[in-house]
T-cell receptor, first 115, second 107 residues
Framework: EAGVAQSPRYKIIEKRQSVAFWCNPI?????LYWYQQILGQGPKLLIQ????????DSQLPKDRFSAERLKGVDSTLKIQPAKLEDSAVYLC?????????????FGPGTRLTVL | EDQVTQSPEALRLQEGESSSLNCSYT??????LFWYRQDPGKGPEFLFT???AGEEKEKERLKATLTKKESFLHITAPKPEDSATYLC????????FGAGTILRVKS
């Protein structure tokens, strides 16, 4: 079974530029999550999708971050414009179950550096 | 506000030296406590879910336990391949991860 795929793996941009990350979850997984992990900290949930609907985006900085899940499968996370404090690893995870956060499968992450 | 504190921040063990990692939490209405393992440059890997005080789960050299205020991850006779960051997360009103414990096991 293929795992969660993310791309790119690394991205370096200047502040005020835009950037987008892509995630392909495990086939058949209805729930998809995006996390931000700053160095030395645990992951912080940004947004949760159930199929193609948003379940929780309470911690997503909506003035600069946006996310969508295409046809309930792939997802993109965008930052526009980026700030220095956005430097982090962005993790995507998927789960076959709904609403309980149980047994999430994580991708390798995208490491973003904002200069 | 839901909070998770993990201790110690870092732990060095000799191969075979058993120990425990702690996850203390404050949450209104615990709906689940999760343990994950994270290797450098990789995403977290799911280990356990615990739902109620007194619950225990085991997997190979790892055993997770839960009380009303904290969870322990016991590592019995660790091997170098157990070296990783161990993350604890709680689900109450929202999902909150701790900062993790960095474990190094030397042969």
């Amino acid at each position: 079974e293929a795992g969660v795929a993310q791309s790119p793996r690394y991205k370096i941009i200047e502040k005020r530029q835009s950037v987008a990350f892509w995630c392909n979850p495990i086939s058949g997984h209805a729930t998809l999550y995006w996390y931000q992990q700053i160095l030395g900290q645990g992951p912080k949930l940004l947004i949760q999708f159930q199929n193609n609907g948003v379940v929780d985006d309470s911690q997503l900085p909506k003035d600069r971050f946006s996310a969508e899940r295409l046809k309930g499968v792939d997802s993109t996370l965008k930052i526009q414009p980026a700030k220095l404090e956005d430097s982090a690893v962005y993790l995507c995870a998927s789960s076959p179950r709904d609403g309980t956060y149980n047994e999430q499968f994580f991708g390798p992450g995208t490491r973003l550096t904002v200069l | 506000e839901d909070q998770v504190t993990q201790s110690p921040e870092a732990l060095r063990l000799q191969e075979g030296e058993s120990s425990s990692l702690n996850c203390s939490y404050t949450v209104s209405g615990l709906r689940g406590l999760f343990w994950y393992r994270q290797d450098p440059g990789k995403g977290p890997e799911f280990l356990f879910t615990l739902y109620s005080a007194g619950e225990e789960k085991e997997k190979e050299r790892l055993k997770a336990t839960l009380t009303k205020k904290e969870s322990f991850l016991h590592i019995t006779a660790p091997k170098p391949e157990d070296s990783a960051t161990y993350l604890c997360a709680v689900y109450g009103n929202k999902l909150v991860f701790g900062a993790g414990t960095i474990l190094r096991v030397k042969s």
